[in-house]
């Protein structure tokens, strides 16, 4: 071939620079749609957000007025934009308000193309609500899939113009040569060695070094078949009369000659091995360096002979036996190689070699007894020897029964006899040997029937499980007894393993966790040991708190931690965890869970208790203060109406409705205050007074009411009044949350009461029933941050509320010794539990002051038996005034000057005691006395009246105080007063109070 260096038209334009463009062309064009869709993706969800919070703003007034219309149309009119498929909004608790649907929402639901947005809607800051949009993102797809459809058709022109170039580069500058490469070498292997290339032409440039490697081989080739032509000539001659397989080979190992014998060892023909290296027929643990070594060793010595592992065609691994010596045949050097099969032999010598050792290893390293008998011992390991403590010359002496434990000895003799002979017999038991110093040990023994040089034996094995025999009792011992205590504790108990999975849990914690034990056993400790706490700075968030085994052992302890039962009530548990240690390496942890709900809630209960005591007292010095104050201005307000002219009347009328409503805050106050005891009287017909409560407040409303009563429903002994206090709060309360729309049930039922049963609820024991009413809703619910606090006094979530309505309830249901809880229902609305105590009324029942309502005055006077009342001459009446206020004294005085009678007015109960006294010694007895129940720094009331019964056990005293529902005003009659007068009061209460006093 010609030496011309031109260059092909392959190096100036190749098939790598048509597919250069081709990707180039490609990559940008999805460049350019990345960034355009990119752009315009940001651009759509810019526009939607924007639409979306306008939306939300334009609702916002709507839905905080509940105009549900107004939001209807303008969802309505939102859905009029094409990409708006859904429009939903949600009032603040998270109801559906309106929900609009467009036909496109069926087009993309369940696809990629379904974009929502969730926003707040906020009216003057505060949140009212919420919406939700549903966005069609069909507009994005149609632009990539037109992006795409145009990027498909520019690649199809570009891959035809590239696969037409492709096509002819490849026909004319590859294939054409190679075609004519191809025949060339199939011609040489035919022996035909005439190989033409045209010179110059330029398609074979590209196969230069090709060609010249083809003309050197076919050079070789020829010179090579000159020289093995006369060799083989030779070797025949030798090889006919060799009776083995013989192989020649070069110094490389290539395969020159074999004979019939060898290719049938190897399962080859013999002209598939010529050519063959040797290291082809060898199995793959023997390497060509070792192969290298002994040819080195035939070279050196002259003769190298070994085994070696071969391998047939077929794969078969086999030995052979080769003799190896070099040769010199015209002048040069080759290897001869005599080869004999001696798989056979070698095989069945390292199977024999392998078992004598392995049982050898195998009998005299075993901890376990190894033995063959018939009827003597007829051989025995060392570990026999070390269990039975004789010697190995002693046991083959021996029955192999005599060492048997004599009460198993015969079934054991029965046994062994059976199995030698070939009968059916268990292969494995437990029983006892007795040792050569005389002591009793417990072995596992396993045995069968062996045949050894025609003799039939037995192949034993026994395992001393003395120990795990000891171990077995005591561990059945100590498991019965850890059962017994773990089911009689009360407290949850969980053991963890070194692992901090749980291994052991008690009945207890099984019931705490509401899980099964074979949910909890094999469980991690942080899955199954999960709790709840509520914010530690106050906040009411709850938070979850796993148990890990680090905590475990660090010795975890929280007493603050709360689990929920399955209808939602919490259940307050106390956890501590303590290490398990042995040899001081920890082995595992037990964790104990403790039921504290009672203690909690009681602690709870207690806590708000203290509270509202502080609270009370507070309240009632300042409804005493109160009350005093509005005595004042009540009277001078009266004392001003009488005087004045009609013009002005209307006016002090207006000052007075306003002094009633101050009088009934200030009774609620009372209601609230420590010492409001309750005035009782049984309720028998509950039903009625229920629907009268509902008549007296829901009237008018159009809320509906629901009322259920059950059946033979406990009696009820009741403050009326006070009671009705604790209606009218709650429904109130729910009509302010209902906005006149929606359902109030009222639910009365007998209820049993022990502590077994309801540990969470602060009842008392001594009573065992109670009548249950429940008064729930249908509305939103009491907000979750504010549920702990309702009934804390002064806390309001009204505008214009004095935080007072919940704390009375709470103040009432207490004093009469019930208990009151409210909370929200899963399924929506709150509800008001309240208990109250039933109870034999007994002798107490005659003894009962009934309370009724001076609806006037809102506030409580006691029933008194009427009685005939007689004229009174008020001009010759003399009355002793004692009050610590010198403002109130003057209001008596004026009321006295009104009714044109004699008034003495002191501060204090010294004083009265004085001047009654002396008008005693005079001859001028005071026809009543009123006394102020309270005076600072002075003789109260009672006291006053001890003493002035000493004095005059005739004398009329009447007891007056803004006290109102203390003990000395509802049972005045018991002390020893005549009468009662409640502050504030007016003329006519002050007159009717005179009259009634002194006609009793």
């Known amino acids: 071939m010609g030496k011309e260096n031109g260059v092909s038209i392959l190096n100036r334009f190749s098939l790598a620079y048509l597919i250069q463009i081709f990707i180039a062309f490609t990559l940008a064009g999805f460049l350019f749609m990345g960034i355009a869709y990119t752009k315009k993706k940001q651009t759509f969800y810019k526009n939607i ?16 007025s509940y105009d549900f219309d107004a939001i209807g149309r303008y969802a309505q009119l939102y859905l009029d934009n094409k990409t708006v498929c859904s429009v939903s909004v949600y009032d603040e608790s998270g109801k559906t308000v309106v929900s609009r649907v467009s036909p496109c929402l069926k087009k993309i639901r369940y696809s990629s193309l379904e974009e929502r947005i969730y926003l707040p809607v906020k009216f003057n800051g505060k949140k009212v609500g919420a919406v939700e949009l549903v966005y069609s993102k069909k507009s994005l797809k149609e632009f990539i899939d037109n992006f795409v459809f145009l990027m498909l058709c520019l690649i199809v022109i570009l891959s035809i113009f590239l696969m037409a170039g492709s096509r002819y580069l490849i026909k004319e500058y590859i294939l054409h040569p190679i075609n004519i490469l191809s025949k060339a070498i199939a011609d040489i292997r035919d022996g035909k060695y005439s190989f033409k290339i045209i010179e110059g032409d330029v398609r074979f440039r590209e196969f230069k070094t090709l060609v010249n490697e083809i003309e050197n081989m076919i050079d070789a080739i020829k010179q090579r078949e000159e020289d093995l032509k006369e060799v083989n000539e030779e070797l025949k001659i030798i090889l006919s009369s060799i009776p083995d397989g013989y192989v020649l080979l070069d110094l490389s190992g290539r395969i020159l000659q074999v004979n019939e014998s060898m290719a049938k060892m190897f399962n080859y023909s013999e002209d598939e091995m010529l050519g063959m290296r040797a290291m082809d027929l060898s199995a793959e643990v023997f390497t060509e360096r070792l192969m290298k070594q002994y040819f080195e060793q035939a070279v050196n010595k002259g003769f190298a002979s070994f085994n070696w592992l071969a391998k047939t065609k077929d794969g078969r691994s086999f030995w052979i036996l080769v003799r190896l010596k070099q040769i010199v045949l015209k002048r040069q050097k080759y290897m001869l190689a005599l080869v004999l099969d001696i798989d056979e032999q070698i095989r069945l010598q390292e199977r024999l070699k392998e078992s004598e050792e392995k049982f050898r290893t195998f009998a005299e390293n075993t901890k376990a007894a190894l033995f063959l008998y018939s009827e003597y011992f007829e051989y025995v390991n060392p570990a026999t020897c070390q269990i039975l403590g004789y010697t190995e010359e002693e046991l083959l002496k021996m029955h192999f029964w005599d060492i048997v434990h004599p009460e198993e000895r015969n079934l054991v003799k029965q046994r062994g006899l059976r199995r030698i002979e070939g009968e059916e017999a268990p292969s494995s038991y437990e029983f006892r040997v007795i040792r050569k110093d005389g002591k009793v040990r417990w072995v596992e023994f396993v045995a069968d029937r062996v045949k050894i040089k025609e003799k039939n034996l037995a192949l034993g094995t026994a395992i001393d499980i003395t120990a795990r025999k000891v171990y077995r009792e005591s561990l059945k011992e100590e498991k019965e007894k850890l059962s017994a205590t773990l089911k009689s504790i009360a407290e949850g108990v969980i053991v963890l393993d070194e692992k901090g999975k749980v291994k052991i849990v008690n009945k207890a914690a099984e019931k705490l966790l509401n899980k099964r034990e074979s949910e909890i056993v094999g469980s991690n400790c942080s899955e199954i040991l999960t709790f709840y706490r509520e914010d530690e700075f106050g906040g009411k968030e709850i938070k979850r708190v796993s148990v890990n085994f680090k905590d475990a052992i660090d010795r975890f302890q929280n007493d603050n931690l709360f689990l929920f039962k399955d209808n939602g009530d919490k259940i307050y548990v106390s956890v501590s965890a303590s290490p398990v240690k042995a040899d001081g390496k920890i082995i595992g942890a037990v964790i104990v869970v403790s039921d504290i709900t009672e203690h909690e809630i009681f602690k709870r209960e207690i806590v708000k208790q203290k509270k509202l005591e502080s609270l009370a007292t507070l309240a009632a010095g300042i409804a005493h203060d109160f009350n005093n104050m509005l005595q004042i201005l009540q009277g001078n307000i009266e004392l001003a109406n009488i005087k004045a002219s009609d013009d002005l009347k209307p006016i002090l009328e207006r000052a007075q409705k306003s002094l009633q409503n101050a009088t009934k805050l200030a009774h609620r106050l009372l209601t609230f205050a420590k010492g409001g005891a309750p005035i009782k009287q049984k309720i028998s017909n509950f039903e009625d ?160 002051v009934i309370g009724v309502e001076d609806e006037k005055k809102g506030t409580e006077i006691p029933e008194k038996k009427k009685v005939e009342q007689r004229n009174i001459d008020f001009s010759k009446l003399r009355i002793l005034f004692m009050d610590d206020e010198e403002d109130v004294r003057e209001v008596a005085e004026d009321f006295a000057l009104t009714l044109n009678c004699e008034l003495v007015s002191v501060e204090n109960g010294e004083e009265a005691v004085k001047v009654y006294k002396e008008s005693i010694e005079k001859g001028e007895k005071f026809d009543i006395v009123f006394v102020d129940l309270t005076v600072v720094g002075g003789m109260g009331g009672e006291e006053t009246l001890k003493e002035l019964k000493k004095i005059d056990a005739e004398v009329k005293v009447v007891v007056s105080s803004g006290y109102a529902h203390s003990a000395a005003m509802s049972e005045f009659a018991k002390i020893g007063f005549a009468n009662v007068l409640p502050k504030p009061y007016l003329l006519e209460d002050f007159k009717r109070v005179i009259i009634e006093s002194l006609s009793d």
């Open 49 to 64: 957000r924007k639409n979306a919070q306008t939306f939300a703003d334009v609702i916002a007034y709507p839905l905080w």
């Open 689 to 848: 007074y229920l629907r009268g409560m509902v008549d007296l407040f829901l009237a008018g409303s159009p809320i509906k009411v629901i009322i259920d009563v059950e059946e033979g429903l406990f009696p009820i002994e009741a403050d009326p009044t006070q009671l009705e206090q604790v209606f009218q709060n709650i429904f109130t309360n729910a009509k302010d949350i209902l906005r006149n729309k929606g359902t109030i049930k009222i639910k009365a039922e007998n209820f049993y009461y022990d502590k077994k049963t309801y540990p969470g609820l602060p009842l008392r024991e001594k009573y065992g029933k109670y009548v249950k009413i429940t008064i729930s809703d249908n509305g939103p619910g009491i907000p979750s941050e504010v549920v702990d606090r309702i009934f804390e006094p002064y806390f309001t979530t009204k505008k214009y509320g004095t935080g007072l309505g919940l704390a009375v309830a709470y103040s009432v249901i207490s004093k009469h010794e019930g208990y009151i809880t409210a909370g929200n229902k899963p399924e929506g609305g709150a509800f008001f539990h309240i208990y109250l105590p039933v109870k034999d009324l007994g002798e107490d029942e005659d003894k009962a």
